[in-house]
């Protein structure tokens, strides 16, 4: 809980120094963020019970809510906004590098999400975790850290490797409602779980996970439509390839009409006017 209210207090301290800035910050930023920490941090509270819909709450607030009330925080433009140019160089690096981009592909966030799920119900995992507590928090990082950038990848503002479509997201998205739902009724059912629980605790677990479930990703979809701005980054490169490859013309100033007649030919085309061509550096991230 100390890491939690040092991370908010950093994070209202970069805000506040962000607003006095010209571009400002906007305030539901700071305020989601802020709502994620809380939601953390009852997330990682001590259970008093080890039933299993106590545990389903808890892994929902952890890998589904909290993930996404952080991720619309923005806490990546808070940090390339205020810190120093000695971490921000490293982080966009970090951002740019093949790693990155593998790591946030919506097919292994995806197989991240659901398949740690489907690990966790559908195997032996569930009771090591019981027996192990490394192995406890092991799933705990994981279902925090996937959820996070699942959150990122579909709807979050902060700047990060290459996304796709919003067509692209929306599916994903619907994939893992789907992947979710299937989870939560083989847990009704009772059918290839390996968890050591009653069958109404599993029944009740499984509804949780059903229907809340479902609430945080018509949330995270109402993110996605809210965060979502039309990419004219396309266009905007070829119009400004065109103009590149267009001449500018030049006319001669007064002082360069003493000039010979032979330095004149080297500089003037057949019209009697100056002739470049703009080039402008390609800096996409």
């Not at 951002?95 to 919506?106: E, F, K, Y």
């Amino acid at each position: 809980m100390t890491a939690l209210v040092f991370a908010g207090v950093i994070y209202i301290v970069a805000a506040q120094r962000c607003r006095r800035q010209p571009r400002g910050w906007n305030h539901w930023h700071t305020a989601s963020f802020i709502v994620g920490l809380i939601v953390l941090g009852l997330a990682l509270q001590p259970s008093t019970s080890d039933a299993f819909p106590d545990h389903m709450l808890g892994h929902l607030l952890l890998g589904m809510y909290a993930p996404l009330a952080l991720a619309l925080g923005a806490p990546m433009t808070l940090v390339l906004r205020t810190a120093p140019v000695s971490v921000t160089k490293p982080l966009v690096h970090l951002l740019r590098s093949r790693p990155a981009r593998i790591t946030t592909h919506p097919a292994v966030l995806l197989a991240a999400t659901i398949g740690g799920l489907a690990a966790l119900y559908f195997t032996p995992l569930f009771a090591l975790t019981e027996r192990h507590e490394a192995f406890h928090m092991v799933v705990h990082v994981h279902f925090f850290v996937s959820g996070y950038l699942f959150a990122w990848m579909i709807a979050g503002p902060d700047p990060g490797p290459e996304r796709p479509s919003v067509h692209t997201r929306l599916a994903v998205l619907g994939l893992a409602i789907l992947g979710h739902a299937v989870i939560a009724q083989l847990l009704y059912a009772g059918l290839f779980v390996r968890v050591g629980a009653p069958l109404d605790e599993l029944r009740a677990g499984g509804t949780l996970m059903y229907y809340w479930g479902d609430i945080a990703e018509i949330l995270l979809a109402l993110a996605l439509l809210l965060t979502w701005r039309p990419d004219h980054r396309g266009k905007a490169t070829g119009q400004r390839r065109r103009r590149d490859r267009e001449p500018v013309v030049i006319r001669p100033s007064r002082s360069e009409i003493g000039l010979s007649t032979s330095s004149r030919s080297d500089l003037l085309d057949g019209t009697g006017q100056y002739t470049a061509h703009r080039v402008s550096p390609d800096l996409g991230l």
